[in-house]
């Protein structure tokens, strides 16, 4: 790698995924180019790379991890339009952002019990990891969409605009609070 270097103008690091089948393989890259413009880009695999859904009846919120596995960035809403066309699109939004591994939000009530939206949830996240050769991993889900509006409340954001964001940040609160649990305890392993 070094030959390549010792001369570049210019350097840049990015994150990408290539599909491969119904699996993705993520990892960061590095582009130089040369003086005489000519290029060589360096892709190291085998970096985790997490999708978060916020599950609702009516929307899904998405999210997705940055490239270091620190934070969750909102990235879309979803509309649903059908259980069978929800699964594949949500399938194939995974496979577009590289993803690694699945955070669903499982909604639960307030003292932990499984409610109605539960089991809806959760039907939903059986047929998503048959859909799907990564895991899917349920997360709770309590108080994150409570949390996103207050968020989008607070920035003085109007209720009509709030629909088409608070699934998302509430799918980036359900991400980052995965990503926090798993950070410390690489954390507890290599302290």
Same mark, same amino acid.
């Given at each position: ?9 210019f ?9 491969r ?5 993520a ?6 180019i ?17 999708v ?35 699964v594949?699109?949500l /399938?194939? $939004? @995974? #496979?577009q *952002?590289g +993803?690694?591994? !699945? ?5 639960v009530?307030?003292?932990?019990s ?8 959760? /039907?939903? $996240? @059986? #047929?998503? *990891?048959e +859909?799907?050769? !990564? ?7 309590r108080f994150?969409?409570?949390m996103?509006h ?10 009509? *605009? ?19 649990k ?10």
């Amino acid at each position: 790698m070094a030959e390549g270097v010792a001369n570049c103008r210019f350097a840049a690091l990015f994150y990408g995924a290539a599909a491969r089948g119904r699996a993705a393989a993520a990892g960061f890259g590095l582009i130089f180019i040369d003086g005489g413009g000519r290029g060589v880009v360096y892709f190291f695999q085998d970096m985790e790379r997490y999708v978060a859904f916020d599950i609702g009846d009516k929307r899904i919120g998405v999210a997705v991890s940055d490239p270091f596995n620190t934070y969750a960035l909102p990235s879309q809403t979803y509309f649903r339009r059908g259980f069978k066309a929800d699964v594949a699109a949500l /399938a194939q $939004i @995974a #496979a577009q *952002k590289g +993803a690694t591994a !699945i955070i669903c939000g499982l909604p639960v009530n307030f003292d932990g019990s499984e409610g109605v939206q539960t089991h809806k949830t959760a /039907a939903f $996240i @059986a #047929a998503l *990891k048959e +859909a799907v050769d !990564i895991p899917v991993i349920c997360e709770d889900e309590r108080f994150t969409t409570m949390m996103a509006h207050e968020v989008l409340i607070s920035e003085g954001m109007r209720r009509e *605009k709030r629909k088409n964001y608070v699934d998302a940040l509430a799918a980036a609160n359900i991400l980052d609070g995965y990503l926090n649990k798993i950070n410390k305890a690489k954390g507890q392993e290599n302290g």
